[in-house]
């Protein structure tokens, strides 16, 4: 697997756990075309790991001050009608690649996530903030609005009225405000943003890997069908996953009252 990239940095943890930083720190990591396409090969490689070398993934942003502030500006002033197409369909494409992957996807938003880099956010399963970090859509102060699937996945993160007023006003609003919408599901200061990303990690870690991973695709599918679908879709799901050693492990490890250790098969 490649781990040199232009405007990425991937690290890869423990147990199956990988870091993805967005790395253009003097940006504040502001999203471009390079971004985005390194970023689709990484999720891309990640996607097609077992579960044994892929487990959970991790973003933020590199420095102190942003997770992502946005989309480059220069890039997109340079843009027309047909390149402005192009460009948001790749940008929506990466980030519901997040939603594909079979593996948890979580945000530990370290700053600005603003425009593009709050869509990003808003791609990953959940979202950890730091106490400083703000969110934000601010496209209509530039004429435009949110590309990368913001007016869809806010609506539905926050609910379409405060969806309105945050974008339609472009403002800003802190890490406890964000939580208090639901939009955000921890803050914590700074320094400890990391380790309480990590924490429940682990915590995911010891439950059963195709299990979290349908659990994913049950909740992810089932929120676009009507609720007889969905529970019916759900229903199905469950019942593959007694196709799994896992399940035996599981449920023989409970019996037994002893941990299961659980393969990933």
């Known amino acids: 697997m490649n781990f040199s990239y232009k405007t990425l940095l991937l690290e ?9 930083t967005i790395n253009r ?5 502001a999203l471009n ?14 996607g097609e790991m ?13 420095g102190e001050k942003a997770f992502v502030a946005g989309a480059d500006i220069k890039e997109i002033s340079e843009l027309d ?5 192009t460009f948001a369909q790749r940008g929506q494409s990466i980030f519901h ?5 079979k593996i948890p996807v979580i945000a530990a938003v370290n700053g600005f996530a603003l425009g593009g880099g709050c869509e990003l956010a808003l791609g990953c399963d959940f979202i950890y903030a730091a106490d400083n970090a703000k969110f934000g859509l601010p496209e209509v102060s530039l004429g435009l609005i949110p590309g990368f699937g913001g007016t869809v996945r806010m609506a539905r993160a926050i609910g379409a009225r405060r969806a309105r007023e945050l974008t339609y006003t472009g403002g800003m609003i802190t890490s406890d405000e964000a939580f208090r919408m639901g939009l955000v599901n921890k803050v914590v200061p700074a320094a400890e943003l990391m380790s309480t990303v990590m924490k429940t990690v682990d915590a995911i870690l010891s439950k059963a890997p195709i299990a979290v ?3 994913k695709k049950s909740i992810n599918q089932g929120w676009d069908m009507d609720i007889d679908a969905a529970q019916k879709n759900e229903a199905q799901i469950f019942s593959e996953l007694f196709t799994t050693e ?8 409970f019996i037994e009252k002893r941990k299961a250790q659980f393969k990933g098969h």
């Open 50 to 62: 077992p579960y044994e070398d892929a487990r959970a993934l991790v973003i933020t942003g590199a």
């Open 81 to 85: 009608e047909d390149k402005a197409l």
């Open 246 to 253: 896992d399940v035996k492990e599981g449920t023989g490890a």
């Open 97 to 101: 690649e997040l939603t594909l992957l």
């Open 33 to 46: 075309s390079m971004v985005l396409n390194e970023m689709g090969e990484v999720l891309r490689q990640i």
């Open 213 to 215: 991973g349908q659990a």
């Open 12 to 20: 890869q943890k423990p147990n199956g756990v990988w870091l993805l």
């Open 25 to 29: 720190p003097e940006a504040l990591n």
